[in-house]
């Protein structure tokens, strides 16, 4: 229950939302937005005023619903029938549908890609206006904020995030309860927490959807967990590539300043919260902790040695909590639903549920979310729907240019933190890069390498040398210009720079190589030894005296 | 008072009425070293571009000496020192939009305005740029034309944006 002053709005807004029979909710996200979404729920908006019917149904700017490839995507309520590929010419026939009658839009919604998630950050399956605090309220939000804050300790809520066994979402999977405990027992004048939302892993979107969509349920997860561990100022740190989720977050800010949930005092009691959005300017190795928190103060994001960890010594020394974004959106339905709730999902290391961002060569690409332990099998031909043009699966990578790529005959291992690592590969933040025959697995290697290598802030010699030598290397086997030899150096550079590289930016950069090495042996072999790429992707010069 | 100690004696370059966004967002933050990231957009915004005289300015305004600054407008890959086009074109260059194609959008376009990814035009009408990633895989191979991210985009699409510009193609 919320206090009085919010229960009114709460009140007010369902009494409105009653007085539509129906809602149209048009997915206001930036990859519908680019399919045309806004111009779809503008002519959604002018046919129904057309037939006088905007009184009985709003048309709301939504959330994702995942199938960005099918985008934009409307919804109509109450009768929860999804459209997909909606054109500003077909509004009568969404606005027909609202008054009942069937008609001819292409559908979706019923498919495995649906009926295969489970949904707990994205519970509210983007039927919630992001600019609005009233409607997040009337849905239930902030309910947690208010539980935590008025009925329960510090320690109990760190405690039910603990029994929770929610492990950090940003890749390493570090458990929640452990760091917010630690932190909270630190001493420090000040107490800092952070909002990891530098989601730099390209193919991975996950954290821009989430930040986009439900920004209060960000901020909700942040207040309970700087009131856990006695914080008073956070930041939410954001990538300057995304200006919609700064903007919401802002809004969003705001709004929770009006409603006194954040500021001095939340909502009448002694417990007082400051939160700021600060932007990145574009540089990957800022996903770092330390090299995150030098970028809030206003220096070259590079990182530090550990330790001392952020949560004894971070933000201008004092103790800090930094976690990822989809960790803070779970915060609030693990105190809504209680710890044993989200500790039935899952695996047993590895609880809850984690999305996804499904791309590449599939047919159901954008964001899914599913249970721990799901296998990728089921991941990418029930829920992604297989691979397109009847072409042949070849790989997954997964991790960012961290992580590592998964061959056919490691599709039936369960999605864990654990069994990930195991196969040369790693959680990450949660791209899922689908290959198939088409893709070279060399160049898919170089590619990373040229990533890291450009991304690589200089601080330290291994990561800084060893990439770019690693990437020439790279770049003489899918020119066939390599030897066996130059191979076998690879070879000793990937041990070297992942064991002696300063952070996980130089110590995951070889994981590509790694991986590729690992499955794809023949592919190398090929490039080095036959001058032929597999998939027909490098150009090789075909030197005769070479093979000789 | 303290806010006293903290307001810097220094007058912006010129009269440009720019410069009034600049300051804004230093008094703000309370002319504090550690806004340096925060005033670098405000006067990238404003500027489209980052010139000595802005450096310097700001260098003087938030007490940071001038290495300090040009450090951090060099190492992150957003600020940029040279003016820029009049148009822009992103090409997303993320794994998604990479195995998908897009290097042969960014080749194409390369060959017909003879720049590279960084550089702008000698007649400063376009500016080609690549991003790391979007963040709108669903739409691979993606870029950004504008400010507008156009989604599943082929080599045509793209030259045929840029001729819309008065960019000449070949």
């Excluded at chain 1, 070259?300 to 909590?321: C, D, K, Y």
């Excluded at chain 1, 999305?355 to 991941?379: C, H, K, S, Y």
């Amino acid at each position: 229950m919320l206090n009085e002053t919010l229960q009114e709005i709460v009140g007010k807004e369902r009494e409105a939302r009653e007085q539509f029979s129906h809602q149209i909710f048009v997915c206001a996200g930036t990859g519908c937005q680019a399919s045309g979404s806004l111009q779809v729920k503008q002519a959604i908006a002018d046919e129904l005023a057309k037939r006088g019917l905007q009184k009985n149904c709003d048309v709301v700017g939504g959330g994702c619903r995942g199938l960005c490839a099918a985008g934009p995507m409307v919804s109509v309520e109450p009768q929860s029938v999804l459209y997909q590929k909606v054109t500003p010419e077909q509004a009568p026939q969404v606005v027909d549908s609202v008054e009942g009658s069937s008609v001819g839009l292409s559908r979706s919604g019923t498919s495995d890609f649906f009926t295969q998630q489970k949904h707990v950050v994205l519970e509210l399956e983007g039927k919630v206006d992001p600019e609005r605090i009233e409607d997040y309220l009337a849905l239930g939000g902030y309910e947690a904020v208010f539980k935590a804050i008025t009925t329960m300790t510090p320690a109990e809520v760190v405690d039910q995030i603990t029994a929770s066994g929610l492990r950090g979402r940003g890749g390493a999977g570090y458990p929640t309860g452990l760091k917010w405990s630690t932190v909270a027992r630190s001493r420090g004048e000040h107490k800092y927490i952070i909002c990891n939302g530098d989601e730099g892993d390209p193919g991975a979107f996950m954290d821009r959807s989430v930040m986009e969509d439900y920004p209060h349920r960000i901020l909700e997860g942040m207040i309970i967990a700087a009131f856990a561990v006695g914080a008073d100022q956070g930041f939410i740190y954001v990538r300057a590539e995304y200006p919609l989720a700064v903007k919401r977050l802002n809004a969003a800010i705001r709004q929770a300043q009006r409603h006194e949930l954040l500021g001095a005092n939340i909502l009448g009691t002694t417990f007082s919260f400051k939160l700021d959005v600060r932007m990145g300017a574009g540089a990957f190795v800022c996903g770092e902790e330390t090299a995150l928190i030098a970028s809030i103060e206003g220096k070259r994001g590079t990182p530090r040695t550990r330790p001392p960890f952020p949560a004894e010594s971070g933000l201008w020394e004092l103790p800090t909590l930094n976690n990822n974004v989809e960790t803070y959106a779970n915060i609030a339905p693990i105190l809504n639903h209680g710890a044993d709730w989200f500790a039935k999902i899952g695996t047993e290391k590895s609880r809850g549920t984690k999305i996804f961002a499904l791309t590449g060569q599939i047919n159901n690409t954008g964001l899914i979310e599913v249970p721990m332990g799901m296998t990728l099998r089921d991941i990418i031909f029930k829920v992604g729907g297989g691979i397109p043009d009847s072409k042949r699966f070849k790989a997954v990578q997964t991790g960012g240019p961290g992580g590592g790529c998964i061959p056919e005959q490691h599709l039936d291992t369960p999605v864990s933190y654990e069994s990930l690592t195991q196969l040369g590969s790693y959680m990450g933040s949660g791209g899922m890069i689908v290959m198939d025959e088409t893709s070279c697995m060399v160049d898919v290697a170089r590619y990373f390498m040229e990533f890291c290598m450009s991304e690589s802030c200089g601080k330290c010699i291994p990561c800084r040398v060893g990439t770019a030598q690693m990437y020439d290397l790279l770049d003489k086997i899918t020119k066939g210009e390599a030897t066996l030899d130059d191979l076998a150096m690879l070879e000793r550079l990937c041990d070297v720079v992942s064991n002696t590289s300063l952070c996980g930016l130089g110590q995951g950069a070889p994981n590509p190589v790694i991986s590729t090495l690992r499955y794809f042996r023949d592919e190398y072999l090929a490039h080095i030894v036959d001058k032929v790429c597999p998939a027909g992707v490098c150009k090789l010069e075909q030197t005769q005296e070479v093979l000789a | 008072m303290q806010a006293d100690v903290r307001t810097p004696q220094i007058q912006p370059p010129d009269n440009d009425k720019r410069w009034r966004l600049v300051t804004t967002t230093m008094r703000r933050h309370g002319y504090e070293s550690d806004s340096l990231i925060e005033v670098l957009h405000t006067t990238q915004s404003a500027f489209g571009f980052l010139t000595d005289d802005a450096l310097r300015f700001v260098s003087v305004s938030l007490r940071l000496p001038l290495s300090k600054v040009y450090g951090v407008a060099t190492f992150y890959n957003l600020f940029t020192l040279q003016p820029q086009g009049e148009h822009s074109c992103v090409i997303c260059l993320g794994t998604a939009c990479y195995i998908k194609g897009s290097p042969s959008i960014l080749a194409k376009i390369e060959q017909v305005t003879h720049v590279k990814p960084g550089e702008t035009t000698p007649d400063k009408k376009v500016s080609l740029l690549m991003a790391r990633c979007l963040g709108t895989c669903g739409l691979a191979p993606c870029g950004v034309f504008d400010g507008e991210v156009v989604g599943n985009l082929s080599p045509s699409e793209a030259t045929q944006r840029l001729e819309k510009w008065g960019e000449n193609v070949e």
